[in-house]
């Protein structure tokens, strides 16, 4: 009996005829690459150096018919992908005769969206790395998929070297997820870890970070929790399989974070961290980006530099933990190649995956609430002009809100006029702690409005 192969389109079983079998590069798999940046050289340099290797675990080759970006001309194509068209017109990859899987990796929400449908539209399979397109309109972008009977896949967007989305949508799909941290964002990592261990102030390591070209010039995405918002709306859609939206997501960033609050936390055993978390609760999801104090005997705290972690805890597996890097040319490019792979075996076999990785059923259960419901420990850092009573009037505030103090901590400092102390309230909700963070706004003896952390328990 001759191995039967199929053509893109073919069903598996319509037709049992044996045919011949052709010359392993005969079946290759045409992909077209659109974004020859960071992601698309690393991707490129994979599928040329690792030729041989993908060639044999798919049991035929991927060839790359065609590349593109604005700046193509100065772009270097490593010569082993032999000559694909190049083109500073996207529209060419994705018509391109040839082209069988379209490889979006040029980011954004704008062209980024023009080229997924329009590979849709022409019945071609899509690879992408986009987070901020997948978290915004991924549900709807999967179901035009589903309509035009086109793979789609989109490992690279969340944590690029773990293999996430893969653990998530087969790992353990069969577990009931009720919690899921993370640590999402590289940039953010990189600098509280630096500030952590070297007690740099943000705004030095931030500068040094864009020097070394890990932080965007313009660092906001990062810094401020966009990037890992947009990355925890993913993951968090496809762990509790609910349609969640970035606007979903409490967030906010790091820039308030000082080597002070790392001197605090650490006398309380813990560190500080760019935590992003879905937890389900009676009430519905939790979702936040947000720093946190996490204890320092915990795995997530080991997790240093530009690192990124995602640990998973279900109803019957327990606890599972996965580490790897979060970005980079070649971890991501990684992502990209394994879900070409994949792809390519899908249109080999003609079994395409048509189920989407969202909202395959909206339970209910999942359905996210407003985080003043959270209820946690929370650490509160104060900068203040110094003299008698400020405990006092403080710890009124937060007895107006029922709120317990844990314990008060002052390092030594000898500026009077600017003296920073903490103050850890017992369990309470986000909403008690925000009317008393009000009441404090008014006093004048403070110099900026409170930070407020919350102490993360359950780690
Ligand atoms: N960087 C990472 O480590 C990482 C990790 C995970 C996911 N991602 C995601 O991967 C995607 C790509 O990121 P990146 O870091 O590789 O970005 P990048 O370095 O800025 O590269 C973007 C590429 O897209 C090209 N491009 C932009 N607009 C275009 C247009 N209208 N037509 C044709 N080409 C166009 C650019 O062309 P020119 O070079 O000619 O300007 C460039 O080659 C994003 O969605 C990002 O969120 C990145």
Redesign the pocket.
Known sequence: MHPVNLEPGDQPFADATPRAVQPLAAQSVGVGV?????????TLAILAENADQIALKLGFPLRVEAV?????A??QIPAALGSPVRT???REVVDHPDVQIVV?????TT??REIIEAAAARGKSVV??????MALSGADLWDSAIAARINMAME?????GIPIHAVLREGISGDRINTLYGILNGTCNYILTEIERRGAGFDSVLREAQEAGYAEADPSADVDGF?ARSKLAILAALAFGERIVPADIYTEGIRRITPIDFGYAHMLRHTIRLICAARQTPDGLLLSVRPSLIPQSTILAGVRGAYNAVWVRGKYGADTFYYGR????H??GV?VVSDLMRVAREIRSGSPERVSPFAHARLGEYLPIPISLNRAAYYLRFRVKDRPGIIAQLAAALAAESISIEGVLQLPDEDASDLPFVITVEPTTEQALRDALARMAKMEFLIEPPLAMPIEASL
Do not use: F, H, M, Q
Request: charged share 15%; with cysteine.
């Open positions: 659109i974004g020859l940046g960071n992601v698309g050289s690393g593109c970006s604005r700046s193509v100065d772009k500073t017109n996207w979006e990796l040029v980011g954004g062209v980024a992408t790395a986009n987070k901020e397109l690279a967007s969340v944590a690029g990037d979060g970005a980079g040319p971890p991501t992502a």
